[in-house]
């Protein structure tokens, strides 16, 4: 058991690296691509290696169960990524880094709202506060040139509300015992198809020099 909780710690501590790594590398994409377009190929890289990984159909058992798929891949692929990749081009890829590590305060208190789990306790809050103190002190150390802008800053905001409800659909959906990388695969999906409208909407130049002038 103490082998599992170390291989657990030690896979956490990767993908949140990977994680974090992400948001530089966009900023460097963004260059010379588009937010959406970005987003359009990683997550059908991304589908791709996964259908390579576990090309097994998945057979959903109820149609209700197909929604809360839809509306995952929407919230958790299309548009938490959207407004992230979009929050980049306005504003320091440590301020969306900042701001995106509240998701799991936003994630609390939802799950508390929506699916009725253990209530919040004041521990909660002083440890998020700790931890908000830490993650400021580790991106903005020897930084001086920190600056806020209010449409990036808070277009980063709504992409961690968004990443709160996708995980509060990912968790009631863990509870009906589909495979994992079976899900993810429907969530990468449904992200990727839900991108197609915004990859024709938002190349569009007009759209660009409106956010511009905002």
Known sequence: ???????????????????????????????DFTPIEI???????????LMVVYPHRMKV????????????????????????N?????????????????????????????LKDEPLRINFFIGFVVSMVGICLISFSG?????????????????TIVWALYSVLTRKISNYGYN???ITRRF????????????FYLNSNWVWNVLQIL
């Open 1 to 31: 058991m103490e082998n599992k909780n170390t291989v657990g710690h030690l896979v956490a501590l990767l993908t949140i690296f990977i994680w974090g790594t992400t948001f530089i590398s966009t900023k460097i994409l963004l260059n």
């Open 39 to 49: 987003l359009f190929i990683r997550f059908i890289m991304g589908l791709i290696a």
């Open 61 to 84: 058992k109820d149609k209700k169960h197909e929604l809360l798929f839809m509306g995952a891949g929407l919230c958790g692929v299309t548009l938490y990524y959207l407004l992230e």
């Open 86 to 114: 979009i929050a980049l081009t306005f504003t320091m890829a440590s301020n969306v880094g900042v701001i995106c590590s509240l998701a799991p305060f936003f994630t609390a208190i939802l799950t508390y709202l929506f």
């Open 143 to 159: 930084t001086s040139n920190f600056q806020l802008n209010p449409l990036g800053d808070l277009l980063a905001v709504g992409a």
């Open 180 to 182: 994992t990388i079976q």
């Open 188 to 199: 990468f999906f449904y992200g990727t198809l839900f991108m197609i409208p915004s990859l």
